[in-house]
């Protein structure tokens, strides 16, 4: 049995819990919008069409900020097609995902979603078809309160308050070729400063994402981010990354592992981002936006005709049934978010429901929690206070993919009330033994613990088995003097509460 022993020292802090780790982000992909938030003739739907089973679940989940409406959508959209009159908007192809977009859910609607589910919008221009004046156009759209003619066409709309979105997308992936105008990272670099800058005039107090690289597999990555940000750097706040993991040819070993390759991207962009702020002798830092990030069988889907030319209403794409293995590594992940929360201050899981979604709908049926779901919102629900670095002593493992990797992984957080610790065992066979010294913390009981875990590391939660895989109590979390001991069944996500 695998042995480790952790040391939690309440003074060593890496940053406050940033809320905003814990965010998500749906784009018009698929059945993400239609029939996955929105379908008017569902038993749940409110007045605005809205499922309400679906606000229910993502209400639970915790999600904090919602970055939309794209993804490679945005690159070809047109915002005006989606406010006014539903009977008068547009039906527009939509060349990344090879469908057909009504534009009966909008900025608008959208943003009244947003109010459902408590979450901060996080929005993302056009860079890859339009420019500078659509962009200034959208600001003063969704951002002025009232005077001018866009901001009167809103209030025209119904919706008399403005939206008073502060995180703003300069685009979206423009690296990749796939992408709808993709650019070079001088072109990029150019006009999405000048986008910036033209903002900043409109309200200084923005906070803008500029495009990193789309991953770190990138033929461009390091050197795409310093060129950028060598345009951009005095207008932007951030700098985005995207990264997207899964089991490749049967390699669990190496999947579990996915952490540590989120951990050299992190790194290496923050390198490439001080970098450029070295050479211009700013005091600023500019901050990682991680938003996109999951576990999405892309492989699979590659080699499927999910997308093809028959230019299709909201067609079922991406749909990925994940796995107690799946959700082992989303939770990793996140932890690993919290472990860079110094400079990782926003993130987007994605994406929310339906496309790689830890939400699953049936048209007119049920709705239900993935299996990635549950890391997602536990950590949400106890992660609070400040991240605590805690020293592992563990057993190491040999991966194909990504080097030596720690059996075991783990992050706390805590704050004058209660504290929580979050651990993995990537061990493919065996439960691990581990010890915890929170004496620094000053705990005296354990409030809740609850492992994702399972004998066969491949069950899923499916339309007919919804609740196949959920957390169970782990009643091996023992608190005394001081010294938390707990047993981790392999392949398995573990959350600890202490009081």
């Avoid at 500078?132 to 919706?159: F, K, M, V």
């Avoid at 952490?259 to 390198?271: H, L």
């Avoid at 959700?327 to 201050?345: E, I, Q």
């Avoid at 065992?425 to 581990?434: G, K, Y």
């Amino acid at each position: 049995m695998p042995r480790a022993n952790i040391k939690i020292d309440k003074q060593a802090v890496i940053a406050p819990v940033r809320r905003r780790t814990f965010g998500s982000f749906v784009e018009h992909l698929g059945r993400c919008v239609y029939t996955g938030l929105y379908e008017p003739e569902h038993p749940s739907a409110n007045d605005e069409g809205f499922r309400m089973d679906v606000v229910a679940l993502v209400r639970e989940l915790g999600s904090t900020t919602i970055r939309y409406p794209g993804g490679n959508f945005v690159s070809g959209f047109r915002w005006e097609d989606s406010v006014g009159p539903r009977d008068k908007r547009p039906v527009r192809r939509d060349l990344a995902w090879h469908s057909l977009e009504s534009n009966q859910v909008g900025l608008d609607e959208f943003a009244r979603w947003l109010g459902l589910t408590d979450s901060e919008l996080m929005l993302a221009v056009n860079l890859g078809t339009r420019g500078i004046q659509p962009a200034l156009d959208l600001l003063e759209y969704a951002n002025h309160p009232s005077g001018t003619a866009l901001s009167d066409l809103r209030i025209a709309n119904g919706t008399p308050e403005p939206h008073n979105v502060r995180m703003w997308c300069l685009g979206n992936e423009m690296d990749g070729p796939w992408q709808t105008g993709f650019l070079s990272a001088d072109d990029y670099g150019k006009i999405a400063a000048r986008i910036a800058a033209a903002m900043k005039m409109a309200d200084k107090d923005l906070e803008l994402v500029a495009c990193g690289s789309s991953g770190s597999g990138m033929p461009t990555f390091g050197d795409w981010e310093r060129t950028v940000l060598e345009h951009t750097y005095d207008y932007v706040d951030y700098v985005s990354c995207h990264a997207y993991y899964q089991e490749h040819d049967g390699d669990l070993g190496s999947f579990l592992a996915s952490a540590t390759d989120m951990d050299y991207f992190i790194d290496t962009v923050v390198a490439s981002a001080d970098h450029v702020g070295y050479k211009k002798r700013s005091k600023k830092k500019i901050n990682i936006s991680f938003d996109e990030w999951n576990v999405w069988y892309q492989k699979e889907h590659h080699e499927s005709d999910e997308v093809n030319d028959e230019w299709r209403h909201a067609p079922r794409q991406l749909e990925d049934v994940y796995s107690v293995a799946d959700a082992v590594v989303v939770g990793n992940l996140l932890m690993t978010l919290l472990k860079h929360s110094d400079r990782v201050t926003s993130a987007s899981l994605a994406q929310l429901v339906n496309v790689i979604a830890p939400i699953m709908t049936e048209p007119g049926g049920p709705a239900w929690r993935q299996t990635t779901f549950h890391p997602f919102s536990i950590t949400s629900r106890l992660a609070s206070g400040e991240v605590i670095r805690p020293l592992i002593q563990a057993p190491v493992y040999d991966t194909a993919r990504h080097g030596e990797a720690s059996v075991i992984d783990a992050v706390a957080t805590a704050d004058e009330d209660r504290a929580a610790v979050f651990l993995v065992n990537r061990d493919l066979h065996e439960p691990a033994q581990v010890t915890i010294d929170v004496r620094s913390l000053g705990s005296t009981h354990v409030t809740e613990a609850v492992t994702l875990a399972d004998a066969d590391v491949y069950a899923k939660n499916t339309l007919t088995e919804q609740n196949r895989v959920t957390p169970a109590p782990n009643t091996t979390a023992k608190l005394a003097d001081g010294v938390l001991t707990v047993e981790l069944p392999p392949v398995s996500w573990t959350a600890i509460a202490l009081g």
